[in-house]
């Protein structure tokens, strides 16, 4: 089970979550009570194993721009979570070596999302980053090639009540390990992995 904690701000948090056990860590550069700056995001990187997946979110940026932004924070993927087309995906696919695209549970993109050309596809809710769950009987509707991200509304109470019902490649988690926005519970992201691993 692929298990990624997203809207990481400080060092302390980063390094709280692969204790843990998480397999990546996403920064987010997107406007959000988590958004960070890429000097913020190379400090804390340059703290970390080199085996952890760093993961640049951004929502509707030009694509250039998120391929600078990732090289310049030295994270190794990114995460397109706005209204990219499938090109501005393979523009961001040609220079970044992990490219996960964002769709909507129960859109149209989601239904058609291996036309992105990225197996990684992150099912969210339409209100990302609210903590808004969906329901996830959805998520029959996405194309079998791809690899499923499960994101949106998860705690500890429910991830493993959700992996038992969609049995997705990942599952991804933000507020619902947080103290306030931006600011992880260690306690949290550890029962949350564990949870996670305990089904997948």
């Not at 056990?21 to 406007?31: C, S």
């Amino acid at each position: 089970m692929f298990i990624k904690i997203c809207g990481i701000t400080n060092a302390q948090d980063a390094l709280d979550a692969v204790e843990c056990g998480a397999d990546a860590l996403g920064f987010v550069f997107a406007e959000s009570p988590r958004k960070v700056t890429v000097e913020t995001v190379r400090e804390i990187v340059k703290q970390l194993p080199a085996d952890v997946l760093t993961i640049g979110v951004f929502r509707d940026h030009v694509s250039q721009h998120v391929v600078n932004t990732v090289r310049e924070a030295c994270l190794v993927g990114a995460q397109l979570h706005g209204h990219e087309s499938a090109q501005q995906v393979a523009e961001v696919m040609a220079e970044v070596n992990w490219v996960a695209k964002s769709v909507v549970a129960g859109s149209a993109e989601a239904s058609s999302s291996n036309d992105y050309g990225t197996e990684m596809i992150l099912v969210d809710s339409a209100s990302p980053g609210t903590g808004t769950g969906y329901d996830l009987s959805l998520l029959a509707q996405l194309p079998k090639t791809i690899k499923v991200i499960l994101s949106g509304g998860l705690t500890v109470v429910n991830v493993a009540e959700s992996i038992r019902a969609v049995s997705p490649w990942g599952v991804d988690v933000s507020s619902g390990v947080e103290i306030s926005p931006g600011i992880k519970d260690r306690l949290k992201i550890r029962e949350f992995i564990t949870n996670a691993r305990a089904i997948g």
